[in-house]
């Protein structure tokens, strides 16, 4: 079974800050995404990352894959009060998908 | 991007109804379709893994007498509480794959709950 461990669970950070949330496993996949989720909604695809290494930028985020493709980091600049939600990453291996238990995030402005 | 569409978005039911919920893939078709429940503060659960004109795959400890799914077309899968009971109470979203390179799931806007 392939698991997904983010860290922190839990963060709550005033307007302006940076911060920076982890997605890691034991396991290799072929690709890697990332979501927010906001209460009483679906989660919303925000990147998804193919080749070890690679470095994808969404205005103030970005979402590197690790160089074996077992982890992931999103990094937030100048956190907004928009950007509170919960993260959620995803590994996508063979027809199969598993989801960490995500980050919640606060930002207080 | 993809867009899925899920219905209804909320409902409320007596206890020993049963309530569907429809997931529709509106600009794509979906091979694979996924369901998942959410409770409050928790990451998503996969349900089960419904694929167009087979019989779902059900995670373990997920009762498929209890949760019927069908995806009769590439474009529509159902899920079909049956007998709900308050417990059933929940946060239920589905998500449509296209089975290509892409890998990439869309979801639905979700669907909440509340059995009485």
């Known amino acids: 079974t392939q698991l997904l461990e983010q860290s922190p669970q839990f963060l709550s950070i005033q307007e302006g800050e940076n911060l920076t949330v982890y997605c890691n496993s034991s396991?290799?996949?072929?690709?890697l995404q990332w979501y927010r989720q906001e209460p009483g909604e679906g989660p919303v695809l925000l990147v998804t990352?193919?080749?070890?290494?690679e470095v994808k930028k969404l205005k103030r985020l970005t979402f590197q894959f690790g160089d074996a493709r077992k982890d992931s980091s999103l990094h937030i600049t100048a956190a907004q009060p928009g950007d509170t939600g919960l993260y959620l990453c995803?590994?996508?291996?063979?027809?199969?998908?598993?989801f960490g238990p995500g980050t919640r995030l606060s930002v207080l402005p | 991007g993809a867009v899925v569409s899920q219905h209804p978005s909320w409902v409320i039911c007596k206890s020993g109804t049963s309530v569907k919920i429809e997931c529709r893939s509106l600009?794509?078709?979906?091979?694979?379709m996924f369901w998942y429940r959410q409770f409050p503060k928790q990451s998503l659960m996969l349900m089960a893994t419904?694929?167009?004109?087979?019989?779902?795959?059900?995670e373990q400890g997920v009762e498929k007498d209890k949760f019927l799914i069908n995806h009769a077309s590439l474009t529509l899968s159902t899920l079909t509480v049956t007998s709900a009971h308050p417990e059933d109470s929940s946060f239920y979203i589905c998500?449509?794959?296209?089975?290509?390179?892409?890998?990439?799931?869309?979801f639905g806007a979700g669907t909440r709950l509340s059995v009485l």
């Open positions: 998500s449509a794959w296209t089975g290509t390179a892409k890998n990439i799931q869309y």
């Open positions: 396991s290799v996949f072929s690709s």
């Open positions: 990352v193919v080749t070890g290494g």
């Open positions: 995803a590994g996508h291996y063979g027809q199969n998908f598993v």
């Open positions: 600009d794509f078709q979906a091979t694979t």
């Open positions: 419904s694929n167009e004109g087979s019989k779902a795959t059900y």
